[in-house]
């Protein structure tokens, strides 16, 4: 089955890492910028959700309309379970990023975010080209479902506003307090999408499959009955001399109030970016969910990985997840990387903080026919 795998573990059943690997080596982070921009969007977005209709994050879960089924992915998980078939078959479909709402909000209330504890993941969609997220229950209070919210950029004006497709990778998300903040690899040069999970729209869900944005006095999102605005956009700089970075994926730090970043670089292919693999830490303004208009990276690192399609952090540590080497690396933020087995089609990571019981790693997997979603403790990969 794909995506499953047996991780090998030592006498009295505790896992044994694979081998240590070579460190991360540190570099100035002093090269590596950002620029944010959260006004673009903010008159179209405002028109959209008088014109439209608003929906809450808990009014959505309400009408969620597909279901999750347990799943076993690694013999170490502690949670599991697979996508509906529409989506686990779906040959124009593929999961990719991932976050919670403990992400969003931290542990109080057992991380509820709207008085929902929920899983998002990003797809990105070739038919038509598109992304959106899969907002799941994760509460024992909820019915086992799930439901796809369409992700939109504003277009028109605020007064007939319109939105269009999101045609991006999606590869990696985090989540913070209200905002949703999405790796875009295609950009030139890359950097992140930013959505507010407040400001969910309402849409038709009659009409036809390609219909996007305005049509009329409706508005229609290829039969979506919830979109996403970006409400705005964070562009990468480097210094000259420097390469760009490669977007390919992301995940929240709550600890130091950050978004780590890593690229999906190779050995040897002609499809994707080749080279040294790095990974970068930005922190957000001082008690806000956002950047300033102007961030410096406060963390670089040269890493001797590669193939990385998922990346997490939490207090100065880091797990790096190599797809095509079936790997995840945990670095203490010195010394060697430990490398450990893991699943086949890997791909984003996210740390999900718990007061009472073990903190998880979450992840899930890619792989067209057996797309799940799982939780290992991350103890047993430190």
Known sequence: MLGTLTAATAAGGVLAPAHAASAP?????????????????????????????RASVSQVMD?????????????TQV?????????????????????????????AGDGRYDGRQV?????????????????????????????????VEPTGTAEEPSFQDVKIHAGGIAWYGDLLYVADSAAKPGGMRVFDMSRILTTDTGGTKDQ?????????????????????????AVDEGTEPLVWSTISLDRVTRSIVMTEYRCEDCTDYPMGTT??????????????????????????????LNGVGSHNGRWWFNSSRHKTLDHWPGTGELTTYPWVSWGQSLSYWEDEDGPDLLWSLTE???????????????S
């Open 25 to 53: 080596t540190e570099v100035d982070p002093a090269a590596y910028r950002l620029t944010a921009d959260y006004t673009e969007y903010t008159a179209r977005v405002e028109a959209l959700l008088e014109q439209a209709g």
């Open 119 to 151: 899983i998002a993941v990003s797809f990105y969609n070739n038919s038509p080209k598109s992304s959106r997220i899969n907002l799941i229950d994760w509460d024992a209070n909820h019915p086992n479902a799930y439901r796809r919210i369409l992700l």
């Open 367 to 381: 792989g067209e026919g057996f797309r799940a979603v799982f939780a290992v403790e991350q103890g047993d990969y």
């Open 63 to 75: 009408d969620a309309n597909h279901e999750r089924t347990p799943a076993t992915v690694i013999d």
């Open 79 to 107: 949670h599991g379970f697979r996508f509906a078939t529409s989506d686990e078959n779906d040959p124009d479909a593929f999961p990719q990023g991932i976050a919670t709402s403990r992400d969003a909000v931290g542990t």
């Open 278 to 307: 790095r990974a970068l830490r930005f922190d957000f303004q001082e008690g806000s969910p956002t950047f300033a208009a102007s961030t410096t990276a406060s963390d670089a690192l040269e890493v001797p990985l590669h193939y």
């Open 212 to 236: 996007i944005g305005r049509v009329g006095d409706t508005f229609h999102a290829h039969n979506y009955a919830y979109v996403l605005p970006q409400v705005g956009t964070i562009t990468s």
